[in-house]
């Protein structure tokens, strides 16, 4: 089991910066892929980004440029850097984390809220 704990979302003014942190505990040494999803009100939840243990990362189309997924391994912390916010990046922001046997973990999710 996976635990994930999400911190540093937050309330910015459009083209603003925040980052997020996620700690995850219990059996990380299973875990070979870690990054964020978000989900936005009457949407789907959605990939941001996810970076693999073998170094392969993942970005929405949308972020691409302006966001930057990062990993600790000694602190078992991913990280999402996200610059030049816009409204439409407000959404609920979810850490997650992939193991070998492809069981997926979700944290408890934090407010990214960017207003315009």
């Known amino acids: 089991q996976v635990r994930l704990v999400e911190s540093g979302g937050g309330l910015v003014q459009a083209g603003g910066s925040l980052r997020l942190s996620c700690a995850a505990s219990?059996?990380?040494?299973?875990?070979?892929?870690m990054g964020w999803y978000r989900q936005a009100p009457g949407k789907q939840r959605e990939l941001v980004a996810v970076t693999t243990n073998g170094g392969v990362t993942n970005y929405a189309d949308s972020v691409k440029g302006r966001f930057t997924v990062s990993r600790d391994n000694a602190k078992n912390t991913v990280y999402l850097q996200m610059d030049s916010l816009k409204p439409e990046d407000t959404a609920v922001y979810y850490c997650?984390?992939?193991?070998?046997?492809?069981?997926?973990?979700w944290g408890q999710g934090t407010q990214v809220t960017v207003s315009s």
């Open positions: 219990g059996s990380t040494s299973s875990i070979n892929a």
């Open positions: 997650y984390a992939r193991d070998r046997k492809y069981f997926e973990y």
